[in-house]
């Protein structure tokens, strides 16, 4: 006779649950996310949250790591949600309380890189409402770029891989995508970023290295190649998932691409960051 691996009592001749039982495990994972996300996204508190997670979780027979995994799974979502229409405080203030009641640390909720995405949004909301973010960014090494005093440093991407047009013909007769102005007070939302990846068949590939982000430039350092790009200069931007591309102002500029960073942050940075 085998046992339900549910419920754990007898389930009949070679079966191994219930269906009923399995109905409940189910179901009870579905309303576990759905209950997570409408908690975080409504006005409401978080007071009941963790006592109701509690009862389905004893009535869906659903234990630690389907937690872990279901708590993750409804961050992610709720995030990407919130990230349409950009951050507000008071968004962000419930998500820290989200995050202080689940317990869960910053490596389970940035298994897709959501909590990541939240820093990102808040640096954002300082940007486009014009106010300069005062962070504290540590690098493990010294960056290699001499910035400007009356620039400040928002954010370093690593491992960034930088590619050139090989020839302005060539890249003409080979463009993805769609360029945006470099515009201020836009917002892009994140979603419009998702399943563009950098194309760079057409692109030379020159190096990689640190990309550093400023309030006035992009630096880029390789040990094959230093680059450093005013706002002021750029006429437009490609946006992509994973990566952005960089027109620059006159005839003889090339199209630049940075790839392994996030394009809708950087994308939406530059724009609002832009005097020009
Ligand atoms: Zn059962």
């Not at 563009?196 to 640190?210: D, L, N, W």
């Not at 094959?224 to 002021?232: A, R, S």
């Not at 750029?234 to 946006?239: D, K, Q, W, Y």
Request: glycine content about 8%.
């Amino acid at each position: 006779m085998g046992k339900c691996i549910y419920c754990g009592e007898k389930a009949g001749f070679f079966k191994k649950k219930h269906q009923e039982c399995e109905l409940k495990f189910n179901e009870g994972q579905l309303s576990y996310v759905n209950l997570i996300k409408s908690s975080i996204l409504s006005e409401g508190n978080l007071s009941n949250l963790a006592d109701n997670l509690l009862q389905i979780r004893q009535a869906s027979f659903l234990n630690d790591e389907h937690h872990h995994n279901l708590v993750t799974i409804a961050f992610d979502q709720s995030v990407a949600q919130l990230l349409e229409d950009g951050l507000t405080i008071a968004e962000e203030e419930k998500i820290t309380r989200f995050c202080d009641l689940m317990q869960l640390g910053q490596d389970s909720l940035d298994k897709n890189g959501s909590y990541q995405k939240l820093g990102m949004a808040a640096i954002l909301r300082e940007i486009t409402e014009g106010r300069i973010p005062q962070l504290n960014i540590r690098t493990d090494s010294p960056l290699p770029f001499l910035f400007q005093k009356s620039e400040t440093l928002i954010w370093v991407f690593a491992q960034v891989e930088y590619y050139e047009q090989r020839t302005r013909t060539e890249y003409q007769g080979a463009s993805h995508g769609v360029s945006l102005k470099v515009t201020k007070g836009m917002y892009y939302r994140a979603s419009a970023f998702k399943g563009k990846p950098v194309q760079i068949s057409e692109m030379k590939y020159i190096g990689t290295g640190i990309l550093a982000l400023t309030t006035k430039h992009v630096y880029f350092g390789s040990p094959e190649k230093k680059v450093k790009i005013p706002f002021n200069k750029l006429i437009s931007i490609e946006p992509y998932e994973d990566g952005i591309g960089l027109h620059k102002d006159g005839v003889s500029a090339k199209h630049q691409v940075f790839r392994n960073i996030d394009g809708w942050f950087t994308q939406n940075a530059i724009t609002n960051l832009n005097q020009g």
